[in-house]
């Protein structure tokens, strides 16, 4: 890079101009060309044929105006280093040579770091270079030639008012704020260091001290061309240099430098002429030019927008989980832990959500599910689909009805919006899951052996799609097994078919241990799920433990078959009460316990169907009173009337309970149920 080819409009060009000018008008002139006489141009920017400076040729009409300016382009061969690099905002300094000594700083740079001594070494001088992480860059820039940048370095810096260089970095020996009086701001700065290449100085008339290259600052000085003094007064200062010496020192070494360069020619013009003789030839030192742009505003409005997106996406996650079960229900029969991770880091988080619904009689539905896209509405989609699972949950229906039923609700909501889901539900009397999936992933069981099994293919599409009909199947899931829902966020990579990581799935589960939420947490990291994952998460672990000793005596299970007849209500009480005194429950609760029993016979033998049965089932929570008949009409609760001699049966059975249900059964018939809730310890 050549500092006197670049090319502005700034001021000062016509001083510099003149005095090259003048000191050319000083200079012996040869004789012309053929030994007549003559003169040469005056100074180096000049030419002999004006034509090469898009000059008219004498007596020429001047060219013409267009807005008060000249229809020639001007050259700039006459600015300077100071000229340019001293009116730019930046940061601006150049040094030269391994040690990167310093060859000139700008008023910029000035005004930050404070002043700096031409000739100095970067290390001793330029501290603050070394604390922003320069030094080692420029070492590389000498060795490469190559530009090198660092961004957003920060840089503190006085604020209006406070004296220049106020703030400096330690041991530049400038004015600490404090002592300046200065309020102390920070910037940031984009470093960029260049090679470039500058003239060597001619040897000094006195040795002593080493002279600094041709861009010094004090190149910018308007000291006079020649030393002024006498030849006593010069003899009086032998082996060191005065003011004037140096000043004239300098301004012979921009001249040499701005000689050295080619100049650049005026558009339109064609190229310029190198000049001959011995400058052509004049050695060059390697540098570098260190840049600095102020970037403070760009930063700050930055972290401003990251700060914004935290704001935001803290509300979306704190939205996303508020629609989450704040605490999941906790079946008698199940352990149930369940964890969910947002992915990424926008504020855009996911639809994926899962719930434990307990239905009673010791039933529990497990849901999971996920709504396609992402942001707040994929959200809000997922909070109206959880609620209306709840809903439709409480009619006790089979899994794909419920299904059935989310399916044209997902269309009402949003067209736009799909969504998968997996509706399972667990009756601890059959040791099975029955679940019913729409477009979801498979469940995965692992038997007491760790033999891992996955549910079939979903068995319909995925929700708000319509025009499908649903079907419900089921897998065993008996005592020592355990489950897994889960979302594709799980699983699913970009490089992999999402089977694979469902196969990946399968070998880390078969080696799982350990309470649900531990089995959670490791199902996480072993798929490689962190902080920068890109997708929501949602896993979902239940175990079906196997009691043995004491939590065994805790959990009973005892039937009765009921052929019908007038002798089917007498054997039901006697069965009830029997049982329930082996099970060592409190008089007052064997009574509540045989009543109700007694009640659901009864409306079964009047309003149902053989086959019925009894069945009396004891958890370590609650004590469950069921019977079922053929007939697949529900009971109501209705207000019996003082002179009705029915209807009076399932109002004393919801009075005495602690609660009370019915649903269809999957053969066709009906279970109608209640439940008693032990007295604590």
């Known amino acids: 890079m050549n500092f006197t080819r670049w090319s502005a409009r700034l001021p000062r060009t016509q001083r510099r101009t003149a005095a090259r000018a003048d000191r050319a008008a000083r200079r012996p002139q040869p004789a012309a060309a053929g030994g007549g006489s003559g003169s040469v141009p005056a100074a180096r920017g000049e030419r002999s044929d004006p034509s090469d400076r898009g000059e008219p040729p004498p007596g020429a009409a001047a060219p013409a105006l267009e807005d008060g300016l000249p229809a020639a382009v001007p050259t700039l061969d006459g600015l300077s280093v100071h000229d340019v690099l001293g009116q730019v905002p930046a940061l601006v300094a150049v040094v030269y040579g391994p040690d990167h000594r310093i060859a000139y700083v700008n008023d910029s740079y000035t005004a930050i770091f404070g ?14 270079l070394q604390e922003l992480g320069l030094l080692p860059l420029m070492d590389q820039v000498l060795r490469s030639g190559r530009p090198r940048t660092v961004k957003s370095r920060r840089v503190s810096r006085t604020r209006a008012g406070a004296a220049p260089g106020a703030e400096t970095a330690a041991g530049s020996g400038a004015a600490s704020p404090a002592s300046a009086g200065g309020r102390v701001r920070h910037g940031y700065y984009t470093f960029t260091c260049s090679p470039i290449e500058m003239a060597a100085p001619p040897p000094a008339p006195a040795p002593a001290v ?16 020649s030393t002024s003094g006498s030849a006593p007064e010069a003899e009086a200062h032998t082996g060191t240099r005065t003011e004037a010496h140096a000043e004239a020192h300098v301004e012979a070494h921009a001249e040499t430098v701005a000689d050295a360069a080619a100049p650049v020619a005026a558009p339109g013009t064609g190229p310029a002429p190198s000049m ?8 060059r030192l390697r540098g570098v030019l260190v840049f600095g742009a102020d970037v403070t505003d760009q930063v700050e409005a930055a972290e401003r927008l990251r700060a914004s997106e935290r704001l935001q996406r803290q509300a979306a996650v704190t939205l996303q989980r508020s629609l989450l079960p704040q605490e999941l229900e906790q079946p ?7 964890t969910y991770q947002p992915g990424g880091t926008d504020a855009a988080v996911g639809g994926d959500w899962y719930d434990v619904i307990t239905l009673g009689a010791g039933r529990t539905a497990l849901v999971i599910g996920d709504v396609m896209g992402r942001g707040v509405r994929a959200a809000a989609v997922m909070g109206q689909l959880r609620t209306a699972v709840r809903a439709y949950a409480r009619l006790d229906l089979p899994p794909h009805e419920v299904l059935q039923l989310l399916d044209g609700l997902a269309a009402e909501i949003d067209p736009s ?5 997996v509706y399972a539900v667990h009756d601890p009397n059959e040791n099975r899951l029955v679940y019913a999936s729409a477009g979801h992933l498979p469940i ?3 038997d007491p052996d760790g033999t891992v099994s996955r549910a079939a293919e979903p068995t319909g599409p995925p929700l708000g799609t319509g025009g499908w009909l649903h079907a419900s199947a089921s897998l065993p899931f008996g005592p020592g097994s355990s489950a897994v829902l889960y979302t594709d966020g799980l699983v699913e990579r970009r490089d992999k078919d999402i089977y694979e990581g469902v196969a990946a799935l399968e070998r880390v589960f078969a080696g799982a241990t350990g309470t649900p939420q531990v089995m959670c947490d490791r199902l996480i990291r072993a798929l490689g799920i962190t902080a920068e994952h890109d997708d929501d998460v949602a896993v979902l672990v239940l175990q079906h433990p196997a009691r043995t000793g004491h939590d065994a005596e805790l959990f009973h299970n005892a039937a009765l078959d009921l052929l019908g007849g007038v002798e089917a209500a007498p054997r039901a009480r006697a069965f009830a009460s029997g049982v329930l005194a082996s099970w060592r429950f409190p008089m007052e609760l064997r009574d509540l316990g045989v009543l109700a029993a007694s009640e659901l016979v009864a409306n079964s033998l009047q309003h149902g169907v053989p086959p019925m049965r009894l069945r ?14 053929g007939d697949e009409h529900l009971p109501r609760r209705r207000r019996a009337e003082p002179a009705d001699e029915a209807g009076r049966g399932i109002s004393i059975v919801a009075t005495i309970a602690s609660s009370w249900g019915s649903r269809r059964t999957p053969g066709g018939g009906k279970a109608v149920w209640c439940e008693f809730a032990l007295p604590a310890g």
């Open 332 to 338: 008698d029969d199940l352990r149930v832990a369940a």
């Open 276 to 283: 001959p003789g011995p400058r052509a030839e004049q050695p």
């Open 616 to 629: 009396l089932r004891r958890t370590d929570r609650r004590l469950i009173i069921e019977v079922t008949d």
């Open 417 to 421: 919006q799909i969504a998968t889901c």
């Open 210 to 225: 080493a002279p600094a290259p041709a861009v010094t600052p004090a190149a910018a000085s308007s000291a006079p061309n």
């Open 115 to 128: 002043a700096r001594t031409p000739g100095a070494s970067a290390r001793q001088a330029l501290p603050e």
């Open 444 to 446: 995965l069981v692992r």
